[in-house]
């Protein structure tokens, strides 16, 4: 009889637990105890090692083959977290290619050979002025003058570079057991004794054979150094790329709570998309939407947006330049005066293009210290305007806009309230 109850017990509190993850209401096991753990839907793998709090919390970075790039593949073959550590970014757009930083190294997609490389993350921070701090800090000489590659085939240009490789047989092998080591590491560039280790730099990684024992490596070993870490910290990356994300939607529990959340359009985008919360947080004072005269206006490569009152703040109208080669924004006040300031300039624009006007216009043409006509060319649609509304949250702000339809995230911060100014933007599907 005993028995008996102590089953039926076991039996229900199997069906509340089950009821309780299926809603949302405690973590499952992969969201609160792993610190990385495969996508329910199998292409890729969710890693929270390098989320900057020790793996603590919910955060970390995805690395998938979606949208037909094999990262996840790559970075398996490659040897994964043990050769190239945990990735440390998210996937962004970087001159033109879709990369995705891991602690040694940054991945490159090459849609010409659907292959996936390493970009050259030395010789920019080469470029940078970075070579004195790489070499006090990091154990890496700077790289050696290329006046002897002048003129030289590009055989023979390889050849010599792999001279330097004769330095350090540990590192040489290491080296040229990748087949593949042009394209993952480029060519060795420098090398230098750096007392307890041996350096080699290469363009893309910098390798280290160590003479004594030290905390992350054994006397006699090879490591690489970590070159993706470098250049994130360095400032290589846009903000956004290198800020943690909850996991997708399909392992994340519910929004955590908040004191007040948001309603209607601000409502569905806040609950519907996981990164507008991440990027936002919960509402700030005031915490319910105002309603507010917008305006906005579609360019060749982003958005400006006008709101008449986007806060409390006194300055009054604001423009923001939303940009969308690296999903950056900037925002300025809205200087333009009727008694002042001309509509328009009476500049001709391409065939289909428009020359923006009043205050988008004067921002446009002055660039205000960020190039806004170079980055956003010119207009696509004319300017619209009507009631919309906006409201706060903890790290930025949403703004809706009645034509077209849409709602803006416009996240000016981080966490650490650390300057962030990123945006997204998503159509509005709330229905009355």
Partial sequence: MIARRLHYLLAALGVLLSALLLHGLLPSAAWANDLDFDLPDG???FYKQANGQGGRGDSGFAITNDDGIPFWDAYREL?????LGFPVSRRFSWDGFTVQATQKAVLQWRPDSKSVDFVNVLDRLHDLGKDDWLQAFRQTPPPFDTTPDTGLPWSEVIKRHLTFL?????IKELFLSDPDWLHHYGLPVSYADMGNCFVIRAQRAVFQYWKEDVPWARKGQVTMANAGDLAKEAGLFPP?????EPPPDATRTSNPPCAAVPVRGFGVIWSEHPEAYDLLGCPFW???????EVAVQRFERGWMLWVQKPSQYPEGPRIFVLFEDDQTMASFPDSWSAQTDPVSTGLTPPQGKLEPQRGFG?????GTGVKVRERLGWAVEPERGGVGAWQMFQRGRMVWTPDPRMVFVLAERTESYQPLNVWRSYADTYQD
Avoid: C, M, Y
């Fill in 43 to 45: 292409s890729g793998h």
């Fill in 79 to 83: 040897g994964g977290p043990d050769t």
């Fill in 166 to 170: 004769d330095t350090s047989q540990p």
């Fill in 240 to 244: 956004l790329a290198a800020t943690p």
């Fill in 286 to 292: 005031p915490a319910q939407e105002q309603a507010s």
């Fill in 362 to 366: 004067k921002v446009w043409r002055e």
